[in-house]
């Protein structure tokens, strides 16, 4: 039986929503008044104002949260008795991020003159400083409070994950991820300002069109189907296109003529430049199909089936000495050691793998592979050239710079991995 968002959720989002518009606001008013071109004083006078402020508001969101669980649980008829009871204090020493939350507010005065630095007038860098702050707040407060209810979820071990929940208006991103369901110990995907949710759930127990993505698609109007998805790629779903693949290639771009044969996958021509080529609607579907963005019916999850649950492409699909083990022992624990490269993203290997291979460059020695590798017995080991060394280098300056430019946008999975192997970001 598939039952409508539970009263809890719907609640709870909302007193959500009112502590973190409420908190962001009077962070902004306080700016508005007090933050001036003279930029290091007048921060400096109101910072502890600000600091005290977002801590309140987070001190809310936490309290709040911790309802939350046992509300939802108790109307969807859920079992799910704690191991423990969640201390609100531990989320709050820090920002979500773990470091100083002071530190990061501190931020505001950096884009206000790296805005002048631009060329931009005293008003406009405020207007810059007031925007990023609003926008950090509102995420250090989604955050805060999400981190409470993943804490309480995984305290609950008959509660084996949840479904994420859109909280409109939405993001073409986060539509895609409406009603998926997700281990307990998954990360929460979310850029700045996301405020999906968790709807805590042994199997999806939400069925509006907060977690279905076609739901919430055909909800909308023309004009904003047009604004979220763009023109080209509204009009593809409303054809029929997967809307998984339409949004994907988006924000991913087209696949290679490999991937293509292997997984059907569009790598010639995007939703755009059919609907520039077909003339007609006839055959601007059968562009649609041939290129892989009709596939089926529109379902939610969508209908192309593969290996959902696999050990993943490391290891030949876990078949390498220890992968297939350690995958595992991650599901069955749901803890995974962020230093075992047969459990990381492929973000945290390409972090990861930089690192280790720019520590091993640097004693003199070319790095032939990452960890051990029993081929390695029987070779000399290499004296790295400067040009070898200075390709490692380049590499491993590149992941370093991704991370110090979007942290707000790199999974904390990533910046932990980055503060255990000692990368100062």
């Known amino acids: 039986m598939i039952l409508a968002t539970p009263e809890a959720t719907r609640t709870y989002y909302r007193t959500q929503q009112q502590i973190a518009g409420k908190t962001a606001s009077a962070a902004d008013r306080l700016l508005r008044r007090r933050l001036t071109d003279d930029f290091d004083s007048s921060w400096s006078r109101l910072r502890p104002d600000l600091l005290a402020l977002v801590s309140t508001g987070r001190a809310a969101a936490a309290a709040s949260?911790?309802?939350?669980i046992p509300a939802v649980l108790d109307e969807t008829g859920q079992r799910g008795d704690p191991t423990g009871v969640i201390d609100t204090a531990g989320f709050l020493a820090t920002a979500p991020d773990g470091?100083?939350?002071?530190?990061?507010l501190d931020e505001a005065t950096i884009r206000a003159k790296q805005a002048v630095?631009?060329?931009?007038?005293?008003?406009e860098a405020l207007t810059a400083a007031r925007?990023?702050?609003?926008?950090t707040v509102l995420t250090v407060m989604a955050d805060t409070s999400r981190g409470v209810v993943a804490a309480d979820i995984a305290q609950r071990p008959t509660i084996t994950g949840y479904v994420r929940m859109l909280?409109?208006?939405?993001?073409?991103?986060?539509?895609?991820?409406?009603?998926?369901w997700f281990r307990w110990n998954e990360g929460f995907q979310r850029h700045p300002r996301c405020d999906c949710r968790h709807i805590p759930a042994s199997e999806d127990v939400a069925g509006d069109y907060r977690t279905d993505p076609y739901e919430y698609f055909h909800s909308l109007s023309t004009e904003d189907q047009y604004r979220i998805f763009g023109k080209s790629n509204a009009r593809a779903i409303t054809e029929g296109a997967d809307i998984y693949r339409v949004v994907n290639i988006n924000t991913r771009g087209l696949g290679t003529v490999k991937s293509a044969r292997k997984y059907g996958t569009p790598h010639r021509m995007t939703p755009d430049d059919i609907f520039k080529v077909a003339g007609t609607r006839t055959n601007a579907i059968r562009l649609l199909e041939r290129e892989g963005y009709i596939t089926g019916p529109q379902v939610r999850g969508g209908n192309i089936l593969g290996q959902r649950e696999g050990l993943g492409q490391f290891g030949k699909g876990g078949k390498a000495r220890g992968a297939s083990d350690a995958v595992r022992a991650a599901r069955e624990t749901g803890v995974r050691d962020p230093l075992n490269r047969y459990t990381m993203t492929a973000a945290e290997r390409r972090l990861y793998d930089a690192k280790i291979r720019m520590d091993i460059a640097n004693t003199g020695v070319f790095p032939r592979s990452i960890g051990a590798n029993s081929a390695d017995k029987y070779v000399r080991p290499q004296p790295i050239t400067d040009r070898q060394l200075q390709t490692i280098?380049?590499?491993?300056?590149?992941?370093?710079?991704?991370?110090?430019?979007?942290?707000?946008?790199?999974?904390?999975?990533?910046?932990?991995l980055a503060r255990l192997l000692g990368i100062n970001i």
């Open 65 to 68: 949260a911790i309802d939350y």
């Open 99 to 104: 470091r100083d939350l002071g530190t990061l």
């Open 117 to 123: 630095g631009r060329g931009l007038a005293a008003t």
């Open 131 to 135: 925007r990023w702050t609003t926008g």
């Open 167 to 180: 909280n409109p208006p939405s993001c073409d991103r986060c539509v895609i991820l409406a009603g998926k």
């Open 393 to 416: 280098r380049q590499q491993y300056d590149d992941e370093v710079r991704k991370l110090r430019a979007n942290p707000e946008r790199t999974p904390e999975s990533v910046r932990t």
